[in-house]
């Protein structure tokens, strides 16, 4: 079971679980939309993808954000169930609150892939 960390909302005082890492799952799920939008063209018989794009659509942002929070949420006011129920639940919040939730979740998320990029580097 993967370690959490609770944080209190500062306006509606609601303390929400999240965990410390984004699991596989998550890391799929977040990295999904992304691939979605990679075009491969087929050269001498070989798969290419063209790393020069820059450009991602908006919902493409939207859904890779969503993702990544619903795959943090451990509990909810003491409640869990699937991301999607959790995600639910902070759909009601107001913007103050989700604002904060995201921020939290971000930092964490960050901080793990810098952890990964140091272990990718050290091995190399």
């Known amino acids: 079971m993967r370690e959490t ?3 209190v909302l500062p306006q509606s005082k609601i303390e929400v ?3 410390t ?3 596989q799952r998550g890391y799929e799920a977040v990295k ?3 691939i979605k939008e990679k075009k491969i063209k087929f050269v001498e018989g070989k798969g290419v993808v ?5 450009e ?3 919902s493409t942002m939207m859904e890779a954000n969503k993702a990544n929070i619903k795959y943090m949420l451990a509990s909810f006011e003491g409640k869990t169930g699937s991301p999607d129920e959790l995600y639910d639940m902070t759909l009601d ?3 103050k609150d ?3 939730i995201v921020k939290e979740i971000n930092l964490t998320t960050e901080d793990d892939e810098e952890t990964e990029d140091l272990k990718k580097k050290s091995q190399e």
Request: net charge neutral; aromatic share 24%.
């Open 5 to 7: 960390k609770k944080i």
């Open 17 to 19: 679980e999240i965990y």
């Open 21 to 23: 890492y984004l699991s």
């Open 32 to 34: 999904s939309p992304f």
């Open 50 to 54: 063209n790393e020069d794009e820059q």
């Open 56 to 58: 991602i659509s908006f």
């Open 93 to 95: 919040l107001c913007k």
């Open 98 to 100: 989700f604002r904060f």
